[in-house]
């Protein structure tokens, strides 16, 4: 698994992947819709100063956005065979 943290160092690769995830999940049906209604649960939770739900909301986008991205991925590999 990579995993890429933003920092000095990597900051070129981390926008690199950011941009593909992207690319990949506004072709996803639905996808959009839904990670506005998770982005806004996270900022409703930072508005009310609610640090372990804004966490655990950012976790959970962070887990379906990967989902989303992998099903995307699987689907068009199995439309190829």
């Known amino acids: ?3 890429i943290s933003p920092n ?10 950011t941009y593909i995830m992207r690319n990949y999940l506004t072709q996803i049906e ?11 649960g996270i ?3 930072i508005i009310e100063r609610d640090k372990e739900m804004a966490i655990k909301l950012s976790c959970q986008h962070s887990e379906s956005s990967k989902n989303a991205l992998l099903n995307k991925i699987n689907l068009k590999d199995d439309s190829k065979s």
């Open 8 to 17: 000095q160092n990597n900051s070129k690769e981390y926008q690199k992947y």
């Open 30 to 40: 639905g996808r959009q819709e839904q990670a506005l209604r998770e982005h806004r």
């Open 43 to 45: 900022l409703k939770a």
């Open 1 to 3: 698994m990579i995993t």
